[in-house]
């Protein structure tokens, strides 16, 4: 999701979103990926996916809430092996944020520490944070300074961001990101195509959603899972796959990498990662044999 100003969540707002909820986890092979929930986000379907009709959603109010708005969430992916651990994103951070017109409504975080504790993690503990792009919903607790603290929660990590996305940051800058892209420069390492940046994990760029957009492929046990960040916002999305968002760079190249990648989240074996897919982030692609197209996975 695009530019975004934060603004301090309410007491309320920090001891509902300190309480984890929704972790999800899933083995493959040597590998444990886990869902690390931050808080939530509600979007306007019409707006966030402006080839959707009115139809569209009444058809299937599973997706919305009582006020008409998609719901989504915000978080990040635990990879472990062994002892060791990587973080695929990182959240929005204890902040929320409305906005009156527009694709977003209303999006909180602050969740994230808890939900890693209740993993039997640490923030320390995170050795990388590899992230899919440079916006605020995913960058969160990279960039955010505890109370008496000297710097980020998760400043003591190398954070990994492709080669295309950084060159861009002068731009984030500009739209009014540069104290985030600050927070990150000194811990920035960029990454290639096809790079492994984990065990078993590898970087893949699909830019589109952003100049440098990367996904994270990650194999194990006879399994891959593809986290695909914001290529995808919504499971609606996997049934139609040329419904581009309202925060897309490139509408055109956003469109055509959708369809490929639902072709691969149809092969055997194979399980996508949607971060804003609510309660129903782990799920592959049936496409045109059932509706929704897109199955949870059980985790």
Do not use: N
């Amino acid at each position: 999701m695009g530019e975004l100003a934060t603004e301090q969540a309410t007491a309320a707002d920090r001891d509902r979103l300190s309480r984890p909820s929704g972790i999800r986890s899933i083995r493959l092979g040597d590998l444990k990926v886990s869902y690390v929930p931050d808080g939530e986000v509600r979007l306007r379907p019409l707006a966030l996916l402006p080839d959707s009709t009115d139809a569209t959603w009444a058809a299937h109010p599973e997706y919305l809430d009582v006020t008409g708005h998609l719901v989504g969430s915000v978080g990040a992916l635990l990879v472990e092996h062994g002892e060791r651990a990587l973080l695929i994103d990182a959240g929005f951070g204890p902040g929320a944020y409305e906005a009156p017109e527009g694709p977003l409504g209303v999006i909180r975080g602050g969740g994230l520490p808890a939900a890693l504790a209740e993993l039997g993690r640490r923030p320390a503990d995170i050795e990388a944070v590899a992230f899919t792009h440079l916006h605020p919903d995913h960058l969160g607790w990279a960039c955010h300074t505890a109370p008496e603290a000297a710097g980020p929660v998760l400043g003591h990590a190398a954070y990994l961001l492709s080669e295309q996305e950084w060159a861009g940051r002068e731009q984030l800058a500009a739209e009014g990101m540069a104290e985030q892209v600050a927070a990150l420069a000194p811990r920035v390492r960029t990454v290639a195509d096809g790079e492994e940046v984990f065990p078993g994990v590898r970087v893949r760029i699909a830019p589109g959603h952003t100049v440098g957009h990367a996904e994270y492929v990650i194999t194990g046990g006879g399994r891959r899972l593809i986290a695909f960040g914001d290529a995808m916002h919504s499971p609606i999305q996997v049934d139609h796959p040329e419904w581009s968002s309202g925060f897309d760079h490139d509408l055109t190249a956003t469109a055509g990498h959708r369809r490929r990648l639902v072709a691969e989240l149809s092969e055997p074996g194979t399980i996508g990662f949607g971060v804003h897919f609510a309660d129903v982030v782990f799920g592959e692609a049936r496409p045109g044999r059932t509706a929704p197209a897109w199955h949870p996975v059980d985790a």
